[in-house]
């Protein structure tokens, strides 16, 4: 087990080869800072996208109106 | 501390140019997307690493046993974030609005309409397991990756909002429940953040799951109270097969509750707590069939309460009574006459756990997410010293909320259901986002959703969609509310 000193813990060369032969590479903490490349949307999915934004701004209106009159 | 350990085939060695079309492992999908990050020389491992190895190689010991125990076993040491997903979804608000249903509508349509709910919950929570196992990422980061941060930070702003509105309702629930038992306000709302330090402060995800899962299971205590108000099981049963009575028709009122039901089990903080918590717990390729049994097993467990709590608030309808507030402890006072002063008060602890549980895992979403998009550390298994900004956006959140409970003459009326009908406007677009990455064959391979999944998800995204916009309507033009059959 890691030691623990002071709020830090060191890693021992028992953990370092427990995790690299449990954990699959993706799983490591290190390597997920690493972007996964982009990929732009096309015309219909922007349509669908811009769309559905426009459709929940419009409905958040709406409940605030809602909000509103039950309260009035 | 991090340490630097070289990784095949040796710190300093350049690997042959041919190596390059190949992965070093033949492991996840998105090893074929990344393949500096799959070739990296040095690896940062992390104490977050190294809680997660100890958590696999138990998984491993348990898959390459023989016998039912050792199948159990692995079932047991792999359940977790589906369940916790989805009975952390039967909130405060939630059980609230479940309530409100089974005092207005009685034993009828909800019934069923709620179990279906559950349905849609199951066929979308799935693709979170499935994107976070295949993946090892959380919802925020791979839509940031692949969409960029215009949509990323849309998707985000819905999660914030959605996520700080649905924790002031669980502070609100908590606090009506404890009130039920005399605890004034600022009580109950320090004994919920002081239950939130204890169950973060583990610094181990298996513990804080298990420790949650123990306590969630307590949502199941809408059981017992169901069953002392004695419900027509004959009624019970016609309602479930014929989907009926909806006593005064399709309202606008009933629409609320309608939104407010689906809302109760489809929300966007379920999508990245779900994927968030599988990679957090480290579920790989090779967890996915259990991954998708903990997930139905977490809809079951939910569907039971939600029924349960419709069943529990029924003799306010039969009797003509009504909870003019839809909160939790008046629920409770108005079931008193009739179960009596034990199963109301099982009642309001029901609702103060739902909203304990859902504050841990909402205010965890939230804090997940930040760090996915940041790219700051954001695991359960960290450190305070290595987890700082994770811990402290867990916190500012909570207690923000919290404490906006406590000012004097907040309207709380309406707000309470409401929430959940906001998150139903917003599923459909995180709904989106879903449905491209779980189709996304570069990200997921061969593990993109088979095509009845993908017909049952657009029928979820028709479905909310057609829901709030009927809402809408009743809203801004009740006359063509009523050309369309409502009331």
Redesign the interface.
């Given at each position: 087990m890691?030691a623990k000193d002071k709020?830090?813990?060191?890693?021992t060369s028992s953990?370092?080869e427990?995790?690299?032969s449990?954990?699959?590479?993706?799983?490591?903490?290190?390597?997920?800072?690493?972007?996964?490349?982009?990929?732009?949307?096309k015309g219909p999915?922007k349509f669908?996208?811009w769309s559905?934004?426009i459709?929940?701004l419009?409905?958040?209106v709406?409940?605030i109106?809602?909000?509103w009159?039950?309260?009035h | 501390?991090?340490?630097h350990?070289p990784?095949t085939p040796g710190k300093g060695t350049r690997e042959p140019k041919n190596a390059a079309k190949e992965p070093?492992?033949n492991?996840?999908p998105?090893?074929k997307?990344?393949p500096?990050?799959?070739r990296?020389e040095d690896?940062?491992?992390?104490?977050?690493?190294?809680d997660?190895?100890?958590d696999?190689?138990r998984v491993?010991a348990a898959r390459g046993q023989r016998g039912a125990f050792s199948k159990f076993r692995l079932l047991w040491l792999l359940v977790g974030p589906g369940i916790l997903v989805m009975l952390g979804e039967n909130d405060g608000p939630s059980m609230i609005s479940y309530a409100a249903t089974g005092a207005r509508f009685g034993i009828g349509f909800f019934l069923p309409f709620v179990i279906l709910t559950f349905c849609m919950a199951i066929v979308v929570q799935e693709m979170t397991m499935r994107l976070g196992s295949a993946?090892?990422?959380g919802h925020a980061?791979?839509i940031f990756?692949?969409?960029?941060p215009f949509?990323g930070w849309?998707s985000m702003i819905?999660l914030g909002i959605g996520n700080f509105l649905t924790l002031i309702t669980e502070f609100i629930a908590i606090r009506a429940g404890l009130g039920f038992f005399g605890v004034p306000p600022w009580a109950a709302v320090g004994t919920a953040l002081a239950f939130l330090c204890l169950a973060v402060m583990m610094h181990r995800y298996w513990t804080w799951e298990r420790t949650l899962l123990a306590i969630a299971a307590f949502n199941l205590i809408f059981v017992p109270v169901a069953l002392l108000t004695h419900p027509n099981w004959h009624s019970v049963g016609s309602a479930l097969i014929t989907w009926k009575p909806l006593p005064g028709g399709l309202s606008q009122d009933t629409l609320i509750l309608v939104l407010a039901d689906i809302g109760a089990t489809v929300t966007p903080w379920m999508l990245f707590f779900q994927q968030s918590a599988t990679?957090d717990k480290?579920l790989?390729t090779k967890d996915i069939h259990l991954g998708r049994i903990d997930t139905v097993v977490g809809a079951a467990l939910a569907a039971i309460a939600a029924v349960a709590t419709i069943l529990a608030t029924a003799p306010l309808f039969a009797h003509h009574m009504t909870a003019e507030n839809f909160q939790g402890a008046e629920f409770a006072q108005a079931l008193q006459p009739l179960i009596g002063r034990f199963g109301a008060a099982l009642f309001a602890l029901g609702i103060v756990e739902a909203g304990m549980v859902a504050s841990v895992t909402i205010s965890i979403s939230s804090a997940y997410a930040f760090g996915e998009v940041t790219?700051r550390?954001h695991?359960l298994n960290l450190?305070?010293?290595q987890g700082k900004a994770f811990y402290s956006v867990l916190f500012l959140c909570a207690a923000t909320a919290g404490a906006i409970v406590l000012i004097p003459g907040l309207?709380l009326?309406?707000?309470v259901l409401?929430v959940n009908?906001?998150a139903v406007?917003?599923m459909?677009?995180a709904l989106?986002f879903l449905f491209?990455l779980a189709n996304?064959r570069?990200?997921m391979g061969d593990l993109v959703s088979p095509r009845w999944a993908n017909i049952l998800a657009t029928g979820v995204v028709v479905f909310l969609?057609l829901a709030?916009?009927l809402?809408?309507i009743s809203?801004?033009a009740p006359n063509l509310f009523v050309f369309l059959g409502g009331k």
């Open positions: 890691p709020g830090h813990i060191s890693i953990d370092q427990l995790v690299l449990s954990l699959e590479p993706e799983q490591l903490a290190g390597l997920k800072k690493h972007l996964i490349p982009r990929r732009h949307l999915e669908v996208m559905l934004r459709y929940l419009f409905m958040i709406v409940v109106y809602q909000v009159a039950g309260l | 501390m991090r340490q350990v990784r070093l492992v492991l996840g998105l090893s997307l990344k500096q990050a799959a990296q690896v940062v491992i992390t104490h977050e690493d190294v997660r190895a100890h696999r190689v491993s993946t090892h990422r980061e791979l990756d692949r969409f960029g949509w849309f819905d990679v480290g790989t790219r550390p695991s450190p305070v010293t309207p009326v309406y707000v409401l009908v906001v406007l917003a459909p677009p989106v491209m996304d570069e990200v969609t709030g916009l809402f809408g809203v801004i």
